[in-house]
């Protein structure tokens, strides 16, 4: 079996504004941060200028511990981009965040064999930490067991 | 605007490989397509008043300039992407019944030579929004839907085998059909040798890629009795979508209960209010399959069968032409004729309505067209003959 790797890093080019760039500060410190509405207490991800519930602009950013668990997940074994080919297989995937009122991060389950990846399982997350060290991009691994 | 209008024109390029088309240019199959439309129908280009787009459509400054269209008085397009090909002619519909324009076109068209849809999620400028999906390496739809379809299989213990009904079903509609770009038999086998690309989906879930035009002339139901074919009747065409939907594939919060689904049931809802008619009425339904897994999807939103149980809907051989209460794709679809934007699907509906398509099916009167599974706004159409 294979062991998932991390997509092209050239796919990732960061643009921000005003309401997620405090998402990305935070990553840079490997902090993961959570949208919270500071009216209603509504999470939401990504982080937005209102709060689809009460619509208030107020947030209160809430860092999650990073567990969590596979809710989807896809495994890439194809080379769509020719920069696609080294980093194959790599696993793209949808993570509920412990803690995070229900919202998902979409990432990637890394560092594991692909075989063992199913909906479901707990996972804890990983920084890869980029160039320049301006910002972190949150991965997740299985969670090691105790 | 339930039963006011008609399409009575139908025109389309020949339906090329990726590339293809060269050196003709987007505009100009386009123009054809249009130009096909009108003669189709019996009018002549410069009685054309009025454009309904989709997904960003084309720029009606130049098509007049180029066509020779004297006056335009509607030219609108509905905001997304592929969710509005069968709502375009919903806003057709409106425009006609409004009174704002009389002779109106909806036109689909596709060029993918420079770029492939498959990646085109990674030719999109970076936005603060798509910097929290562009990372994890989903790069295109195909690897979007994917997850969807990963969710449906673990909720509702949809298998493989049920994507490869579809793809397969589809394929054998493609056999007969001369336009169709695959033609060669699919076996089971087959399905599961094919590459996987994106697990659960492999090479045969995924539609085609082609370059092609088709464009539609819809006008009042009036002025359609007076022309060279029998009307389409044009009973609902409606686009939308919810907040539990939204920006589906490139949010990914959808609320678990709409995770795995198409994001269509809504608007399913209210075209069939709208047309007045129920699932159980049609005869023949043209389903935007960019993805199989979507199309089953599709079908539990549409309510051909309840929500978790396409897989079982499809295994049971109901979409086949041969045999199924509802055939589907019956032209072999975008993963087995052509992908133009889903505007071959309502090509296949009214050539199924005229009487006149390729694989007939018996008698049709009612005729479903979805738009594609999307962002907001998805689409659904009735036309019936």
């Known amino acids: 079996m ?4 991390r997509p092209p890093p050239g796919l990732f080019k960061l643009s921000s504004n005003a309401w997620t760039q405090p998402f990305w500060d935070a990553t840079a410190r490997h902090v993961l941060l959570v949208a919270r509405c500071a009216g209603c207490g509504h999470c939401r991800m990504p982080p937005t200028p209102f709060c689809p519930v009460c619509q208030s602009q107020a947030i209160n950013w809430k860092p999650v511990s990073g567990r969590g668990e596979v809710y989807s997940y896809t495994v890439v074994e194809r080379a769509i981009l020719p920069d696609m080919e080294a980093h194959l297989p ?21 560092d594991t064999e692909v075989g063992t990846i199913r909906v479901g ?13 301006a910002v972190a991009l949150p991965r997740f691994r299985p969670l090691a067991q105790p | 605007m339930r039963d006011r209008t008609a399409i009575v024109g139908l025109g389309a390029t020949p339906y090329y490989r990726r590339g293809a088309s060269a050196p003709q240019t987007l505009e100009e199959l386009v123009g054809k397509s249009i130009l096909g439309a009108v003669d189709d129908a019996g009018l002549h280009v410069r009685e054309i008043d009025g454009f309904a787009y989709f997904a960003g459509g084309f720029d009606t400054s130049m098509l007049i300039e180029t066509l020779g269209i004297p006056e335009i008085r509607f030219t609108a397009t509905l905001t997304g992407t592929g969710g509005g090909s069968a709502g375009a002619i919903g806003l057709a519909a409106a425009a ?17 030579g420079a770029q492939r849809y498959g990646s085109i999620t990674a030719a999109y400028p ?16 195909g690897h979007m839907f994917a997850l969807l379809a990963r ?6 213990g949809t298998t493989r085998d049920d994507f490869a009904e579809v793809a397969m079903s589809t394929r054998a509609n493609a056999v007969t059909n001369p336009n169709a770009t695959l033609r060669r038999p699919m076996t089971r086998e087959d399905y599961f040798n094919a590459p996987m690309l994106a697990d659960p989906h492999c090479l045969f879930d995924f539609c085609l890629e082609n370059d092609g035009a088709v464009a539609v002339i819809v006008t009042s139901l009036e002025r359609a009795r007076d022309l060279r074919h029998k009307p389409v009747r044009v009973l609902a065409g409606n686009h939308g979508g919810g907040q539990d939907w939204g920006r589906s594939i490139y949010w990914m919060n959808m609320p678990d209960a709409s995770f795995a689904s198409s994001g269509h049931a809504a608007v399913a809802k ?30 539990e939103d549409y309510g051909f069968c309840e929500k978790g149980e396409g897989g079982a809907f499809v295994r049971s051989g109901a979409i086949r032409l041969k045999g199924g209460s509802l055939p589907v794709n019956t032209d072999g679809g975008q993963l087995s004729c052509a992908y133009v934007w889903g505007m071959t699907h309502v090509r296949e509906a009214v ?35």
């Open chain 1, 2 to 5: 294979a062991i998932a790797k």
């Open chain 1, 90 to 110: 790599y696993v793209p995937a949808v993570i509920t965040l412990e803690g995070g009122g229900g919202v998902r991060l979409i990432s990637n389950v890394v």
């Open chain 1, 121 to 133: 399982l707990p996972v804890q997350l990983v920084w890869d930490d980029l160039p320049g060290g």
């Open chain 2, 96 to 112: 006609i019944v409004s009174g704002q324009a009389e002779v109106v076109v909806c036109v689909g068209a596709n060029q993918q």
């Open chain 2, 126 to 141: 970076a936005t603060p929004e798509n910097a929290f999906f562009s990372a994890s390496g989903l790069v295109g739809p």
């Open chain 2, 151 to 156: 969710r449906h299989m673990h909720l509702y």
């Open chain 2, 270 to 299: 209210r075209l069939f209010a709208a047309a007045d008619v129920q699932p159980e009425d049609i005869d023949t339904a043209q389903i935007y399959d960019h993805f199989t897994s979507q199309v089953i999807m599709q079908l």
């Open chain 2, 351 to 385: 050539e199924q309505l005229r009487g006149t398509a390729v694989n007939q099916v018996p008698g049709a009167q009612l005729a479903l067209v979805t738009g594609g599974p999307s962002i907001v706004p998805v689409s659904g159409l009735i036309l019936a003959n």
